[in-house]
């Protein structure tokens, strides 16, 4: 959902910006702009001063502008955070039963997966990443599959040996997944 609203957002930013530049350009190169455009000449403002004073004595307008900036403010702020946070588990926490415990790179056992799944015969492309906390990491996997590939038996494979053997290397006593099968395109085949 992130990466839909990022794109969405700055898609829309892009455009509002790239419309409203081009058009003062435009004006400023001295095209003629459509009628209802607010200026026509190049040393005209957007905003004249009657224009951005109208409302500043209504009682309305300063709760109006304070509550606007405000969401804007917070909507920027979470966009930020969650750019900002980390989206994969840098490393996970192994008991070793005496007590000390290690530490296995997120990278390794995602790597592990990844290689575990490609294995199956059919997977064309694979991807494994680990999100969750150290101690208890959740494994998001997908897989592309041939179009001959049955994807009931695809799924039993990363479940029955690709997750359990990454669980049992890790010593977890559970591993969450969510696994995500796509097939590759191809063209239609004819019938003769």
């Not at 004006?27 to 003629?32: K, N, R, T």
């Not at 695809?154 to 997944?177: F, G, I, M, N, W």
Request: charged share 20%; glycine share 8%.
């Amino acid at each position: 959902m992130l990466r839909t609203v990022n794109r969405a957002v700055l898609g829309l930013v892009g455009l509002v910006l790239l419309v409203v530049g081009g058009a003062v350009l435009a004006v400023g190169l001295g095209w003629s702009p459509p009628s209802w455009w607010p200026y026509d000449d190049r040393h005209d403002v957007l905003l004249s001063d009657a224009d951005r004073t109208r409302w500043r004595d209504d009682g309305w307008w300063w709760p109006v502008v304070i509550a606007v900036l405000a969401v804007l403010v917070l909507l920027a702020l979470w966009w930020l955070v969650a750019v900002l946070r980390r989206r994969r588990l840098a490393e996970v926490l192994v008991d070793t039963g005496d007590g000390a415990g290690a530490v296995l790179r997120g990278r390794a056992l995602e790597g592990v997966l990844a290689g575990d799944t490609a294995r199956l015969e059919g997977v064309s492309h694979t991807h494994a990443h680990l999100k969750g906390r150290r101690t208890a990491p959740e494994a998001h996997v997908r897989l592309q599959l041939e179009p001959h590939v049955d994807p009931a038996a695809a799924l039993t494979h990363v479940t029955d040996q690709a997750l359990t053997h990454a669980r049992d290397s890790a010593s977890l006593t559970s591993l969450p997944a969510e696994i995500r099968l796509r097939t590759t395109k191809h063209k239609p085949e004819r019938v003769t």
